[in-house]
């Protein structure tokens, strides 16, 4: 690969990965040339036409394309004009900052038409991290006829496709680049140029107090994961403290410095405050809390996983190098992930021994890939089916030879068995757990299309074949490894390190339809857990076929009173989500059937209706329209929350219930009992949050906890202040709560 190519992907993951989940939300303004600047003495500057790459401009004796981020040249005393080939985009008076509204003309229809041409244009076919236009781009644009935006859409559209021989994207692109160009790519400018700034903060650890068994067990636990990495100085713990430019003290002979193992000794303290073991919150938003006594009915007891990110740490599209500007693109608990998750089902079957109530079904609410290789798939379906376990790509590694006493593996590298959702004797039933995706299910890295086909642009083949370009990428003998935070994004591919790694074909890339095909395949026969195709069964029965971007479904649980409505939510052009008018109209039809049958109704999608940009609104207007609908379960941003979304009526209310992230801290289950109180005719949702635990605080998934722990400190004193465990972990009301509603006289007169 190129340097241009590497270029060209480099920066759209910049450009594009704020979007991944949880790593909050800032806005930058745009600074307006000075006033000064048409009396002064003329002089050229530099401009900024943000997220727009590669297209040609013109300033009086200033002339070039836009780079990576956007940047052109400018007279003071000249305008500005911008264009791809003989097309002239628009022409205006230059300032710091120009958006597409200051190119734009004065039709009503003009930017809207601006809009789609340029995502019709686009390199990548991924609008939400901006237009990119490359040099065969421009090539094939050389000598074209200028097209006029002034126009009605209609209009527009006819002489544009004739123009550029292809369809005209949707006002969906659209709407996708003006959300990215509003929202996403502002925060990666000021992110990068508070870089400088973060280098003078200065860091503490916290104060604690720490016995000296703690200490002990502090210096095994750090010792262990120095040593859990196949290059020499690259394990996790050394990573994110290079990445946050944040000095590592593991011991001091100063008894009144504090150190990692006072960060450590905070973390064990605080995981008590987080659990089961924590007070339940009472939440009477919609209904008061029925009096104790009553004819109360158990109604659905289920499991709520999210956000995964399984992520093959030895793949070489892994961007660990963006992490101190881009905090969601790098997880330093990312490699112990399936240990995690196979400790929280394994603490589960203990949870559901010790309250003697089973778990009826488990849904996961998307983003079970991170990369979005086949490997991560197969690792995400496994480790909830059972079966032997090898989250080891490439080479066969084992930086820490053998394992644990007990057998247990002691690096992340160690092949395991998992217990899987089954039930592992006869006092345990199949947990049955169903799959909704994800923006990280089918786009690489949360972001990119996988296409297969070239596409035409003015009478003229384009190789955009995404798949190839991916998979050449991903299975291929060398890694982009390391980085100096200190870079910016201009020079940021001067800081990539080359390292050789083993060719892995299970590093393919997957499209959202093709994870669907696999969740009906088990790799061990012996461990298959329910149901067959974990949903996917359902979409072919109910929508015909399995469709990128229409894995919708529903079902209904085993008793016949909750009705499940999953959503497929990704938009399939970024990392946000979107709902079409067709797709809300199934939702209308799923949820009236519902309320025709007396049922209960729980909505899931991976995104918040806050981060679903294309009728996010008009999705909670709907559910609001019913008053069986109970709650929605969401995710995406990798926090745990819960919003009382009112109604007209309390009963027309209905709680939505965001649950955070197995990758990010504080990495948690969370398990919902409902039950229904006859006499009070008021319905309780029983939120319980779960920590994984381990016999022992030095295995893999333990130290991956606390690797979580120290990413979300460290970030909050470095990278995103404001943003860090509080932030993940939500307030004691959006974790073990009472959350009550009233319910519908024609689901009582079920009971």
Known sequence: MNKFSLSILFSSILLATAGCGGSGSSSSGSAAGSSDDQTAEPQTKSGKLLGLSGFSYESGSEEGTTSDDGQFQYRTDQEVTFSLGGIILGTTTPKDYITLEDIAGDHPDALSNLQRFLVTVDYDLSPMNGIVVTSVIRSAAKGSANLNFNQSSESFTVEAEALLQTELKSQLHADALQHSLKNLLPQIEERNTQVQARLLRTFTYPSATVSTELAEEAQSVFDLMLQNTVNEGESALELIFSATNTPLVLSSDDPEENTLTDLYAQYKNHLVDIGKEAPFVDREDFASKPADGGDVVSAHHLLVMSDFQMRDEESPLNVNILKSIIPASYYPASAHITYQVDDMIRTLRDYESDINKPIDMAIFTGDLLDIGGYNEARWGIDILDGGDINPDSGADD??????????????????????????????????????????????????????????????????????????????ASFSLQGFDPTFSFINLLNAIVYSDIPEDPDRRVLRPNEIAEEMFISKDPAFVSEPVGHGMQHVIDQQGELKDG?????????????????????????????????????IVQELQA???????????????????????????????????????????????????????????GYW????????????????????????????????????????????????????????????????????????????????????????PANVLARL
Do not use: C
Request: proline share 5%; aromatic share 8%; glycine share 8%.
């Open 398 to 475: 084992d930086p820490i030879a053998g394992n644990f006493d007990d057998g247990k593996p002691n690096d992340t590298y160690d092949a395991f068995t998992a217990i899987g959702l089954n039930g592992q004797d006869d006092t345990q039933a199949n947990i049955p757990w169903y799959y909704v995706p994800g923006n990280h299910d089918g786009l690489v890295l949360g972001n990119f299309p996988i296409t297969d086909n070239d596409f035409n642009l003015f009478g003229k083949k384009i190789a955009i074949d995404t798949r190839t370009f991916f998979d050449n990428m991903a299975t």
């Open 550 to 586: 229409n894995l919708h479904y529903s079902f209904t649980s085993n008793n016949g009173l909750i009705k499940h409505i999953a959503i497929d939510s990704s938009m399939l052009l970024g990392p946000e989500g979107m709902l079409d008018l067709a797709e809300m109209a199934w």
């Open 594 to 652: 519902a309320q025709n049958a007396g049922q209960l109704v729980i909505v899931s999608s991976h995104h918040k209706p806050k981060d679903i940009i294309i009728n996010g609104g008009l999705l909670i207007e709907t559910l609001n329209q019913y008053p069986n609908v109970i709650a929605h379960l969401v995710a995406h941003s990798h926090e745990n929350r819960i919003l009382p979304r009112a109604g007209a009526t309390d009963e027309l």
């Open 656 to 743: 939505e219930i965001e649950s955070g992230s197995m990758v990010n801290w504080p990495q948690q289950f969370r398990v919902l009992d409902i039950s229904i109180d006859k006499d009070s005719g008021v319905g309780t949702i029983k939120s319980t949050m779960l920590n994984h635990e381990s016999e022992s605080p030095l295995h893999v998934a333990q130290r991956g906890r606390f690797l979580s722990y120290l990413e979300r400190y460290l970030e909050d004193h470095i990278l995103l202040p404001g943003d860090g465990i509080g932030a993940t972990e939500g307030a004691a009301e959006d974790r073990n709560t009472f959350l009550y509603f009233k319910v």
